[in-house]
């Protein structure tokens, strides 16, 4: 597929003069379509069939014929000798075809970042989730990434919880489960109590300046949620580990130099006793100006502040040549205003990128934010604990109970994962047991159980040997373009983290598959050759499969 859209590009080029994406497709009234000429006849103001012709014209045709068709497509049908020599590349590629990048970049992700006085819960879901896929893929395409956990560790939220942890004694052991209870406790006692909310603020502030009987009790409580949070990520297969975790605390000691070189250039305005940078470009809704607060009038730093140390400090210490944040996009606005400002202060400069990878809301069956029955955030621990029981009555009862409990936490895990992820990631979604554990749809389940069952064939062949492709049937054929469509899907979900691209070509890989399963056999061709060459399919599909599952944290069992 990525010679064709070559071969095209170059002749689009050649008729536009400049680069002109050919926009190709699969089709259904042949192999591919081009629709590219649709766009540039627009464009020249010149009919889309003319241009299709001409375009053609400078098509240097190899493997495959291309007619002019409708409106000014390009259908274009592949040979099958060259469609067999595509497959026979691919399958000996360790890569599937997926080249390593020649432009690598440090790419920091900013992901998952719970609040570290709370336990985990639904609303942090899909910044793990996404955020984990989105490194790994960056990773596998050859990219120097680096996981940062920002997790919520410091502020006036801590100070409050800290504070009622002291004086209602003994609070040390209470398990991370109490400690949720404990958050509420002392919420309501900030709201209700002008004194206790003062103590609070003043307690921010004797954290941060280093107070150490504030320091020890703080130390205690963060150490006990990362061991918490680690076990978290195990139990979900998150590739974030402890020297990731670089909370909101690690930048104390950077937020009194920034003050300063914010303002040696002359960036803050001192607003009500409070520093603020005003970065261009955005107001109120009354048209004021809207501020950032660098430094706040009792002299504290919030979360802002924290987050202008930290895109410093990622682009000039770590060297990252792209900060991707992913976060809900309810702090659209608060990225955008640190961006602006990390351009002001002269950090975010040249080629260097910053992106709010931003992500819609995971909603219950009432179209409201998903909640647990007394009204609080789901439990992220229960909510995972409940995926895998539930994936236990679909796996299979033959299984050893070893066996068994692995593949019911791949299909639960994955059935969670992968619903997030086919999902359009900008939009909310509504959190729905039974379709993200069913077995025939675009879940999790369908695509293990389709993988299962290759994996099965190939155990029985003892396993597949390189071999010529040959392509008989036309379902052969369909899984063989399928196939080679999977370079083409990462290079494209790499650009945008429409992650629901990966899961709907996977999608489509399996169909395909269960076609040509169907259609043709496989331990008992019709002959050798064609035996040696459907078991090279088999072993593609499933290579291609666990690795585009790999990229999404999906676990693929050998059996189920
Ligand atoms: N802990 C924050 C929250 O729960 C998310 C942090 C995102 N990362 C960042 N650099 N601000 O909303």
């Given amino acids: 597929m990525e010679s064709i859209v070559k071969a095209f590009a170059s002749a689009f080029d050649t008729v536009a003069g400049r680069a002109v994406d050919p926009v190709v497709r699969r089709s259904k009234h042949a192999d591919f379509q081009v629709e590219g000429a649709l766009a540039l006849g627009r464009e020249l103001r010149r009919p889309p069939r003319e241009v ?122 209470a398990g991370i489960g109490d400690l949720d209870a404990f958050y509420k406790a002392a919420r309501a006692r900030f709201a209700a109590d002008e004194e206790f909310a003062e103590r609070s603020r003043q307690r921010v502030v004797a954290l941060q300046s280093g107070d150490e009987a504030t320091l020890r009790l703080w130390h205690k409580h963060v150490d ?59 107001s109120g809704r009354d048209g004021e100006p809207l501020p950032i607060i660098v430094r706040k009038r009792d002299g504290g730093f919030g979360y802002s502040a924290t987050d202008l140390a930290a895109i410093r400090y990622r682009i000039k210490n770590l060297k990252a040549d792209r900060v991707l944040y992913v976060v809900g996009a309810p702090q659209a606005k608060h990225f955008a205003m640190v961006f602006a400002a990390a351009r002001a202060a002269g950090w975010l400069t040249g080629s260097v990128r910053a992106e709010h990878v931003q992500f819609g809301s995971v909603l219950g069956a009432d179209g409201k934010l998903l909640r647990s029955r007394a009204g609080d955030g789901v439990k992220l621990r229960e909510l995972l604990d409940e995926a895998v029981a539930r994936a236990y009555e679909i796996v299979g009862p033959s299984l050893e109970d070893g066996e068994r409990h692995a593949v019911a936490r791949a299909v639960g895990i994955g059935a969670v994962k992968y619903a997030d992820l086919s999902n359009h990631r900008l939009k909310d979604y509504v959190f729905d047991w039974d379709r993200m554990l069913a077995t025939n749809g675009d879940t999790a389940a369908y695509l293990q159980y389709a993988c299962a069952r290759v994996a099965s064939i190939l155990r029985r062949a003892g396993g597949s040997a390189t071999a010529s492709i040959v392509l008989t049937h036309p379902s052969e054929r369909a899984l063989a373009l399928e196939l080679l469509g999977f370079p083409g899907v990462v290079e494209a979900v790499a650009q945008t983290f429409e992650f629901q691209k990966l899961t709907g070509y996977l999608f489509g890989l399996a169909g395909a598959f269960n076609a040509f399963f169907r259609d043709c056999r496989v331990l008992q061709a019709e002959d050798d050759a064609s035996r040696a060459s459907r078991l090279v399919m088999c072993d593609l599909t499933r290579r291609t499969m666990v690795q585009g599952m790999g990229l999404l944290g999906i676990e693929v069992p050998e059996r189920m």
């Avoid at 399958?91 to 990048?101: E, H, Q, W, Y």
């Avoid at 956990?149 to 209602?168: A, C, K, P, R, V």
């Avoid at 076990?231 to 974030?240: F, L, R």
Wanted: aromatic share 8%; hydrophobic share 45%.
């Fill in 224 to 282: 006990e949620s990362e061991r918490y949070l680690l076990a978290v990520y195990a139990t979900m297969g998150v590739t974030m580990s402890k020297e990731d975790f670089v909370g909101e605390s690690f930048y104390n000691p950077m937020l009194g130099p920034l003050v300063e070189e914010l303002e040696s250039a002359g960036l803050l305005r001192d607003s009500d006793g409070a520093k603020c940078l005003f970065p261009d470009g955005f």
């Fill in 52 to 173: 299709a012709a001409d375009v053609l014209g400078h098509v240097a045709a190899q493997g495959f014929d291309a007619v002019v068709a409708g409106a000014g497509f390009i259908n274009v049908t592949v040979g099958d000798d060259w469609l067999a020599g595509r497959l026979a590349e691919a399958a000996s590629d360790p890569r599937l075809g997926v080249p390593v990048t020649d432009t690598p970049e440090v790419v920091a992700i900013d992901y998952s970042a719970p609040n570290v006085a709370k336990e985990m819960h639904v609303g942090n879901l899909r910044s793990t989730v996404i955020g984990d896929a989105v490194a790994r893929l960056l990773e596998w395409l050859g990219h120097d990434v680096r996981r940062i956990n920002h997790i919520g560790d410091w502020g006036t939220s801590f100070g409050m919880l800290l504070e009622h942890l002291e004086e209602s004694g003994s609070p040390d052991e």
